[in-house]
């Protein structure tokens, strides 16, 4: 009697829990593999916070991607490369058709999946990071390194001060020096700068500073001595206000000192005070909270106490708003991606990579995501896996970021050269066949 | 009861000294054998190969490379993951330069080149002790980080100073699965513990130790120090270089020489801390310690505290708690994991009648 019991008991369960698994809407898993611990959680928490805000304000306002739940898990990294693998093999099974996307925000873990996400079919982003010539798309059909690389970048960087000097001609015989965090990431920057160097006819003065970067003496005595015309900082973490400050003890103007996207956000004005007054650095996202996406987010997540950040006045700062910028291409390529795999469906990981193949945010989808001049219009195609390559100036004015300029173009035949010759290389290197972007649907 | 050597005798002197006296632990050691051998690669998922057993094997290795240098030769070093990037590097740079190069003698050359690098960097013990001996070896470890990023050569010349293991292939099978990439590792590294495990019973383990126990009275009773130092350091770097080349080829698949930072070298050092300073079986654990305890308070403490506190403080928080355990491990058992184990045999021999 008790055992039959038991099993009439258990059939109810299941029949229950069966049902109440047919109906329950689809859910799209996206794995994050995230610091907020560390030497650079102070990116890390901004840029996540954003991120997992902006897919909120999509589960809050629009109901999800066409009626699909968007779900997150949040793994610790700690910004190194075995955790980060681990949270990657950890992540990538979860939810009903797996992990979405990857998108590390750290190099060396990015270098250390490259293989493993074209085996496991699930794509992998890395914007303003990552390795260049993956751009590359025919070799590296699985990685996208979006909007803009380290070496667009550079290029853009000598554009904007090309058009300040009042024309690219006139760099000639100029002085730029490369302030460069000593390792991987700093030294991404040698081969395009030289490149460019013998373009224009500028002098490229490279000085390295030692990680972490918190005592810059001799660096800048060198730079006095030499006098450079520009500065670019090409730094990371504590050596940005470092630099920073170092700049102002030796009197160099900060208007003429010019910081990567890595060097630009608040986490590296404040600390170094009113010496950053002038600083101007690049992003491929801009800071402020008053774009309507932004307000969107004060709004339906905030508004109804589902915000992430902590810190609520760090909405809207330039980590924030790049945590942003990754949720909207992460929710447009699943949304891309839905057109041909069908609305309202839970897709895999290799569906979203179509999705992300064929993104395409013109100047009208911006718009009606509230992000016009948020970030630069984007559009992906085999080939290329880059995009646009622009950045955004952006002065500190003491308190906050001014945008200064409109998107600033980089050399694209330039960059591009270099992205395909390096990827050729690797792909003799590895035996890979490059695909024909022609057959592709 | 089930855990008593009353019946088994010595007759002859090869049997008195083999590695597991005792036939319990001899038949434990095979059965833990069969079981990560065999059980484990056809049991588990690729999630815990990949991600959890490969690496603690890996590292298990690096600690036994540091513990014959630090536990057992009592010198101190602060070096071991700048040589496991030796290692890492130079395997990559014999199997790309070298046409037809096979995966195994790769791995050995590797070892030899870190070996010999452990030995140039080894030197100044001979004049140096104790801290000022770990500061030597940090010269090592930033040095080394150092040169590979500066040459591109190492890299190959690529941009980043990133390389990407070529395939596995030995005898014509490429270890592509996890499962192979595991049963590899773990042959490799059960070889190589056993052959550490030899190393320090013998002559020369014994020399290691009177030098490291009075380096004077180890002189004085005719050991050479130069010599004994110096292959301290080359078998230990021999060790770490192999796992390196491991951790390039069958875990990671890409490096770079950033990833050997001195945070690697201090977590293996905690390694051998936690686990036991001069043991080999305490390299194991420790290595286990180290890698499988965030990871588990990780998947733990978001699952309790996740939806009340923010996820900022959770991440904090198992740092915390991580320390909280490594300072309450140290506590209770200064001599490390290894120690709490010998105890455990010694209490379970006298089990169930401990007076």
């Known amino acids: 009697m008790k055992l039959k019991k038991t099993f009439v008991l258990g059939a109810v369960m299941a029949g229950l829990l069966g049902s109440g698994l047919a109906t329950a809407n689809e859910e799209q898993f996206i794995g994050l593999p995230s610091y907020r611990v560390g030497p650079y959680a102070a990116g890390g928490s901004g840029l996540f916070g954003g991120w997992i805000d902006y897919m909120q304000l999509v589960n809050e306002r629009d109901g999800g991607v066409n009626g699909v739940k968007l779900t997150w898990e949040e793994c610790e990294t700690e910004y190194n490369n075995a955790r980060g693998v681990e949270c990657y093999e950890r992540l990538k099974k979860k939810g009903s058709t797996g992990n979405s996307v990857f998108q590390p925000v750290s190099t060396g873990i990015t270098y250390s999946v490259l293989d493993k996400v074209a085996q496991d079919k699930i794509p992998m982003v890395t914007i303003g990071y990552g390795r260049t010539d993956a751009a590359d798309g025919r070799i590296f059909p699985w990685v996208f390194p979006m909007i803009t690389t380290y070496w667009s970048q550079a290029s853009a960087i000598v554009n904007y001060i090309g058009t300040k000097e009042g024309g690219m001609d006139k760099l000639k015989g100029k002085k730029i020096g490369l302030l460069y965090h000593d390792s991987a990431y700093g030294k991404e920057s040698h081969a395009i700068m030289d490149k460019l160097a013998a373009k224009h006819g500028f002098e490229v003065i490279k000085i390295a500073v030692a990680h972490p970067g918190n005592e810059q003496q001799s660096q800048w005595l060198q730079i006095r001595q030499a006098k450079p015309d520009y500065v670019v900082l090409w730094g990371w973490g504590v050596m940005n206000p470092t630099a920073i400050k170092a700049a102002a003890k030796t009197g160099f103007p900060r208007e003429k000192l010019i910081g990567v996207w890595w060097s630009g956000a608040e986490e590296d004005t404040i600390p170094a005070g009113p010496a950053a007054k002038g600083f101007i650095a690049a992003g491929f996202n801009v800071a402020g909270a008053n774009y309507p996406v932004v307000a969107d987010i004060k709004k339906h997540v905030y508004g109804k106490s589902k915000g992430n950040m902590e810190d609520k006045t760090r909405v809207g700062s330039v980590y924030y708003n790049r945590g942003v910028v990754h ?47 948020f970030m630069p219009p984007l559009k992906i195609t085999c080939a290329d896996h880059e995009g646009p390559g622009k950045v955004k100036f952006q002065q500190w004015d003491g308190n906050q970021w001014k945008v200064i300029t409109d998107w600033v173009e980089s050399d694209r035949p330039l960059v591009r050269g270099m992205i395909e010759e390096s990827a050729a290389a690797y792909a003799k290197e590895k035996g890979i066949k490059p695909r024909d972007c022609s057959k592709e649907s | 009861m089930l855990y008593r050597e009353a019946g088994q005798f010595k007759a002859t002197y090869a049997e008195d000294s083999q590695i597991f006296p005792i036939r319990q632990d001899k038949i434990g050691f095979w059965l833990l054998m069969l079981v990560f051998g065999v059980a484990v690669p056809l049991l588990t998922n690729e999630y815990w190969l990949k991600a959890i057993l490969i690496p603690v094997l890996i590292f298990s290795l690096a600690a036994i490379g540091l513990n014959i240098l630090t536990g057992y030769a009592g010198q101190l070093s602060l070096g071991s993951a700048a040589f496991m990037a030796v290692g890492a590097f130079a395997a990559y740079n014999f199997i790309l330069r070298i046409e037809g190069m096979p995966f195994l003698l790769a791995l050995v050359l590797a070892g030899l080149t870190a070996a010999a690098v452990g030995i140039l960097f080894g030197l100044p013990s001979l004049r140096i002790k104790g801290f000022y001996l770990a500061v030597a070896t940090l010269a090592a470890q930033f040095f080394i980080v150092w040169a590979l990023v500066k040459f591109p050569w190492f890299s190959n010349n690529s941009s980043s100073g990133v390389v990407t293991a070529q395939d596995v292939t030995i005898l014509g099978y490429t270890f592509v699965s996890p499962e192979a990439k595991y049963v590899l590792t773990f042959l490799i590294v059960s070889f190589m513990a056993l052959l550490a495990k030899n190393m320090v019973r013998s002559s020369t383990g014994r020399a290691w130790m009177a030098v490291r126990d009075m380096d004077v009275a180890a002189q004085v009773i005719g050991f050479r120090l130069m010599r004994t130092k110096l292959l301290a350091f080359a078998v230990s770097s021999f060790y770490c270089g192999v796992a390196g080349a491991l951790y390039a080829y069958t875990y990671i698949g890409t490096v770079e ?77 200064p001599h490390g994991l290894a120690r709490l184990w010998q105890i455990a045999k010694e209490k379970l021999r006298l089990w169930p009648f401990p007076h």
């Open chain 2, 257 to 333: 020489p950033e990833g050997f930072n001195l945070d690697l070298s201090f977590k293996i050092l905690f390694m051998i801390i936690i686990g036991g300073v001069g043991s080999i079986m305490g390299s194991f654990l420790g290595a286990a310690f180290i890698v499988l305890l965030p990871i588990f308070l990780d998947n733990v403490v978001p699952a309790i505290f996740g939806d009340a506190l923010g996820a900022g403080f959770v991440s904090n928080f198992q740092l915390i708690v991580f320390g909280g355990l490594i300072i309450f491990f140290l506590i209770v058992e």
């Open chain 1, 327 to 373: 949720g909207i291409i992460t929710v447009e390529a699943i949304r891309k991606a839905q057109e041909k795999y069908g609305k309202g469906k839970a897709l895999t990981g290799e569906q979203v990579r179509w999705g992300f193949e064929n993104l395409n945010l013109d100047d009208a989808r911006l718009k009606a995501l509230g992000a016009t001049g």
